[in-house]
Structure formats: C-alpha cells, structure tokens
C-alpha cells in the first residue's frame, strides 16, 4: 500500500476492529434473551470479519476507494446485527453510533447516504422479534461499548491533532 492508502487503512482498522469486537460482545448478551443459535453465530462472525477485511486489503493493496467502499459491507452487517439483538433500543444507538463514526470520518456522508439504508435493510432481513423490556445487562453492555469506542476514537483524535500540532510547530520554527 501506498502512504496515503495505508494512512487510511490504519484509521480505519484498529477502530474497526474494536467495534466488531463491541457487536459481538452485544450478540452474545442479547442471545440471553433471544435465545437464538443465529446471535452465536453473528457473534462468531463479528470476531472474525474485521480480520478477514484487514487481510483482504491487505491482499488486494487496496486503493484508498476500496478501503472507503468496504465500509458498506459494515453498514449491511451492522444492520444484520441490529436486527439480531432484537431492536434493543440501546444496542442499536451504539452499533448504529460506531457505524455512522467509522463512516464519516473514513469515507465522508456519501457513504453514509449509501451506508444507511444498507444498514435498515440488513435490520429488517434479520429482525423477528423485539427485545425492549428486561434488558438490563444488554443495555449496560451496550452503554460500556459506547464508552470504551467513544473514548477510544477520541484518543486517536487527539493523537492525531497532537501530531499535526508538533509538525505545524515546527514548520513555524523553520520559517521564522
């Protein structure tokens, strides 16, 4: 990969990875409840899906549109999930939060455009029940993968604008 492919792929992967492994941590809670064989499974595939896209990019040197474009396979299987767990109310804010996060700040409000609706048709493929009362340790699963990917993609902001700041300082230094 190139540098500004591979600048990409790293903003992408590690924040990727991190909420594959927050959905299926959600999918095996709500499989509690729903008593479902198909949470398991999601569940299973939420671990391994991040790192089989990461050695697919990898494979294919991916150009930075096809980094951008696989985020709409994320979209469609966050939408899968959603669906999954039931349409619980707070799961669903937090898939859908790291979704639209990874999309805007990777690929821009295009592909979220094209993200959303993938991601309503994945929900409706998948959704047969409705989870909303009794939740309680799937809505407290859910608020701490909020924490944790917030507070994660805000540290690799600030990593960034830190690093961008340094460089912009010592430009200054330089000229003057």
């Known amino acids: 990969m190139q540098s500004s492919e591979k600048y990409l792929y790293d903003a992408i992967n ?10 299926a941590v959600i999918l095996l809670v709500a499989s509690q409840y729903a008593g479902s064989v ?3 499974v999601g569940a299973a595939i939420c671990f391994v899906y991040p790192y089989l896209v990461q050695l697919l990019l990898q494979r294919v040197s991916a150009s930075t549109d096809i980094i951008r474009r696989s985020l709409v396979v994320d979209a ?3 939408g899968l999930v959603v669906g999954m ?16 996060v990874s999309i805007v700040i990777v690929a821009g409000p295009v592909a979220l455009a094209i993200g959303t609706p993938l991601c309503f048709g994945g929900a409706w493929l998948t959704g047969r029940y409705y989870l ?9 699963v859910s ?6 990917y917030s507070g994660y993609i ?3 902001v600030y990593r960034e ?11 200054f230094s330089l000229r003057h």
Do not use: K, Q
């Not at 604008?161 to 430009?171: A, M, P, Q, V």
């Open 143 to 148: 608020f701490a993968c909020l924490l944790v």
């Open 76 to 78: 469609l299987l966050t």
């Open 132 to 140: 909303t009362d009794g939740v309680r340790d799937l809505d407290l």
């Open 38 to 40: 198909a949470c398991l």
């Open 14 to 23: 590690r924040p990727r990875i991190l909420a594959w492994m927050m959905a």
């Open 154 to 156: 805000a540290w690799l």
């Open 161 to 171: 604008t830190s690093r961008l700041n340094t460089e912009h300082r010592r430009e």
């Open 85 to 100: 767990v039931g349409y619980s109310p707070t799961a669903c804010i937090v898939l859908v939060t790291m979704l639209t």
